[in-house]
């Protein structure tokens, strides 16, 4: 079992930066592949960014690239999401993920934190 909480969601102004935790506790955090998903209201869950296990690969969603820089620090159990030039459409509950495998994916997590709003305004 893994658990998840993410923490610095806010309201920021378009073109502005957030950078979102996500502190995790459990057995074997490094081992793990992590993500963040986001939601919007109406909206399904997508795919933002993932990494290895070892930080050393990642992968962003199309809206992400170039903007979002996802990140980890093993010794602290925490991963985090970079988030600059943020933009209205960026509006979403963004949750943190963990997965039973060490390689990165944009789907099939196991683990899922509570979630925290970011709300980007023009």
């Known amino acids: 079992q893994v658990h998840l909480v993410e923490s610095g969601g806010g309201l920021v102004q378009a073109g502005g930066s957030l950078r979102l935790s996500c502190a995790a506790s459990?057995?074997?955090?490094?081992?793990?592949?992590m993500g963040w998903f986001r939601q919007a209201p109406g909206k399904e869950r997508e795919f933002v960014a993932a990494i290895n296990w070892t930080g050393g690969r990642t992968v962003y969603a199309d809206s992400a690239k170039g903007r979002f820089t996802i990140s980890r620090d093993n010794a602290k159990n925490t991963l985090y999401l970079q988030m600059n030039s943020l933009k209205p459409e960026d509006t979403a509950v963004y949750y943190c993920?963990?997965?039973?495998?060490?390689?990165?994916?944009?789907?099939?997590?196991?683990?899922w934190g509570q979630g925290t709003q970011v709300t980007v305004s023009s």
């Open positions: 993920a963990a997965r039973d495998v060490s390689y990165a994916s944009t789907s099939s997590y196991d683990y």
């Open positions: 459990g057995r074997t955090f490094s081992s793990r592949a």
